[in-house]
């Protein structure tokens, strides 16, 4: 081999690792692109019979720095990421709905009982009626537009998840042709497609979470979170969207391959994908069925509160808020005639949780729907004896068939039909049905207090009644008796009771008669002003104020838990990133460096193809004389 041919060697293949470093530092800022380097090899020598002399160098390879097992970390941490950032970014706009003050539920909660106290202080007063019914209906037009935003907060998820399957399927579909190109043999492949192979198995993880495998050295499978697969060689399949069997406007994802449809597991999703179903199942249903939860405890409470007043008219108080019945979705692979009936029976008993209620071997049972736990329930399902589970009972019609379905809500809907069920003022019912006097004839010191109706549906409310006393320890009521008397013992009849303070005396008497139309009595104006204390969810053991308070803060514990995993998250993901690119990245400093050191080695070949060129015209010089 000529001196030329190893200089012309030489100056080519320092060409070309040239080219590689200025390669490098022009896509320095491109995303997903990995360092590569020129590999030089010692072309064989040749022998000449007196030994071996080198014949220059060669280019053996072009090589990718890559390095699989922190390109598979970040791969992990980018779709965990993903999921946790789409996660901490719905849940924060919840948070922000529920906590502002121009839109959270607790400012016209405050004002709706603020305007039943003031009621309660005037209780005839024209203004402070035409004020509560005002301040009532801003109540529930409150409620109404909360279901409503987190009704649109469900839209969102299902356009999410439509925009979601389609680029996840394009993603797929370029990986799977990407693998076609490339072959059985990656390290034969051009690095640049590598890496946007690379680059596109992180975009799509990014959708969906999970896992991506090289195959046999060449083309790579790329698999869901919960293990199907989305690319396997060649094949991509298809991810589509299909209706909830029980709500049919809402979707869920399944995957389409082989000829088949695969329901995917909601839970075992991760990715952008993911954090919308994780927010969906975790965050939003919870919230509207709390939202939903609180309308029904504190309509149902205020509804009856009223019904055991009187209004101007004279007549008892009827509905103050109508509510629509509990939601019962039947699933659309149902195949029986049966239909099941739900309403509100024990508020205190509401969970609020969704139930899935299966016909089986044995008759029906309930079981929540997150988690298929079996619930408690008793009756038969008839008319006369309803089904009864978690404070909603039920009535079965029709005949059901084995397998068949049916979605309980129990309060996912109340916030939706909330509404103030009457407009006249003077309906409002803010007296005490019934009113006590003493006969001025009595000599004791018996004084009636807190007179109270316990049973508004009781038919004998309205008649008048004597409390007589044979003694200071006995009295009679309309003649029956005699009963046992203590000093401050609360006396109960006809669905009434009051307290009798002091000691009465014998043939003293106390009429206990109908309230007339017009009266100003403020009695139960003031029972209904004290209602939002009052112990009625969760068995008794919450007020209606702890409950509205608990919702914002469940919202807000739900947002901060989820913004400080996304800010870890992202710790942890840039410190795989930064261990990627510690190998895989191109350092401006080093590349720098290369093209001094190669421009050099360049040069140098080029002197010796010029001192090649010398020494053949010195010859040529020579044969020539």
């Known amino acids: 081999m000529s001196v030329l041919s190893t200089g012309t060697g030489a100056l080519l293949a320092f060409q070309r690792a040239l080219s590689t470093v200025s390669h490098n530092v022009a896509n320095v800022n491109t995303e997903g692109y990995t360092r590569q380097r020129v590999e030089l090899a010692a072309r064989n020598p040749t022998n000449y019979g007196y030994g071996y002399v080198g014949n220059g160098t060669e280019i053996s390879g072009i090589r990718r720095m890559a390095d699989e097992l922190a390109t598979s970390r970040l791969l992990d941490t980018g779709g965990e990421l993903a999921r946790l950032q789409q996660l901490s970014s719905l849940t924060g706009r919840l948070d922000s709905l529920f906590s502002d003050t121009a839109t959270n539920l607790a400012g016209v909660w405050s004002d709706f009982f603020d305007s039943v106290s003031a009621l309660s202080s005037n209780a005839g007063g024209t203004a402070e009626r035409q004020n509560l019914l005002k301040e009532a209906s801003t109540l529930a037009a409150r409620f109404r537009q909360l279901d409503g935003q987190l009704r649109s907060l469900d839209s969102e998820v299902n356009n999410g998840l439509v925009t979601g399957a389609s680029e996840v399927n394009r993603l797929a579909a370029e990986i799977a042709r990407i693998n076609s190109e490339i072959g059985s043999d990656a390290s034969r492949a051009a690095p640049d497609l590598l890496d946007r192979r690379d680059h596109l198995v992180a975009q799509l993880v990014g959708y969906t979470g999970g896992t991506a495998v090289m195959q046999d050295g060449g083309p790579i499978n790329v698999f869901t979170a919960g293990g199907q697969p989305l690319v396997v060689g060649m094949e991509a399949s298809t991810l589509t969207t299909v209706a909830d069997p029980y709500r049919p406007e ?35 249903d919870p919230a509207a069925a709390e939202l939903g939860r609180i309308a029904v405890a504190m309509a149902t409470t205020f509804n009856e509160g009223h019904a055991a007043g009187m209004d101007l008219y004279g007549a008892m108080g009827g509905t103050f808020f109508s509510l629509p019945a509990p939601q019962v979705n039947g699933n659309a692979r149902n195949t029986g005639s049966a239909a099941v009936q739900a309403q509100v029976s024990d508020v205190s008993a509401l969970t609020g949780q969704n139930l899935v209620l299966r016909f089986g071997d044995t008759g029906w049972m309930a079981m929540r729907a997150d988690t298929g736990e079996a619930v408690p329930m008793t009756g038969s399902g008839t008319a006369a004896d309803p089904f009864v589970v978690d404070g909603i009972s039920l009535e079965v019609s029709g005949t059901p068939a084995l397998g068949d379905r049916f979605l309980l809500q129990p309060t996912a809907g109340a916030a939706t039909g909330i509404n103030v069920a009457i407009t006249d003022p003077s309906r409002i019912a803010a007296a005490t049905p019934v009113r006590g006097g003493a006969a001025l004839a009595n000599v004791g010191s018996g004084v009636l207090s807190d007179l109270r109706v316990e049973d508004a549906g009781d038919p004998d409310l309205l008649q008048d009644a004597v409390i007589e006393f044979l003694d200071a320890g006995q009295y009679t009521i309309d003649g ?53 204390d009052a112990r009625v969810v969760s068995g008794g053991t919450i007020s209606l104020n702890g409950a509205v308070g608990g919702l914002t803060t469940m919202i807000g514990s739900h947002a901060r838990q989820a913004e400080y995993a996304a800010d870890a998250q992202q ?26 050191r190669l421009q050099q080695a360049y040069q140098a070949a080029a002197q010796i193809i010029s001192t090649a060129d010398t020494m053949f015209q010195s010859i040529l010089s020579a044969v020539a004389r």
């Open 480 to 532: 029956a008796g005699p009963f046992a008397f203590t000093p401050g013992q609360r006396i109960s009849a006809n669905g009434w009771s009051v307290v009798l303070d002091g000691i009465p005396a014998a043939g003293d008497q106390f009429t206990i008669s109908r309230t007339g139309p017009g009266s100003a009595d403020n009695g139960n104006a003031n029972r209904l002003a004290n209602l939002d």
């Open 250 to 284: 809402r979707l869920q994802l399944a995957l389409q391959g082989g000829g088949t449809t695969t329901l995917l597991d909601q839970r075992a999703l991760g990715g952008r994908i993911g954090g919308l179903v994780e927010f969906r199942n975790t965050v939003l």
């Open 571 to 596: 710790v942890i993901h840039d410190d795989a990133k930064a261990a990627r690119d510690a190998v895989a990245g191109v350092n401006l400093d080093e590349e720098a460096a290369n093209m001094l």
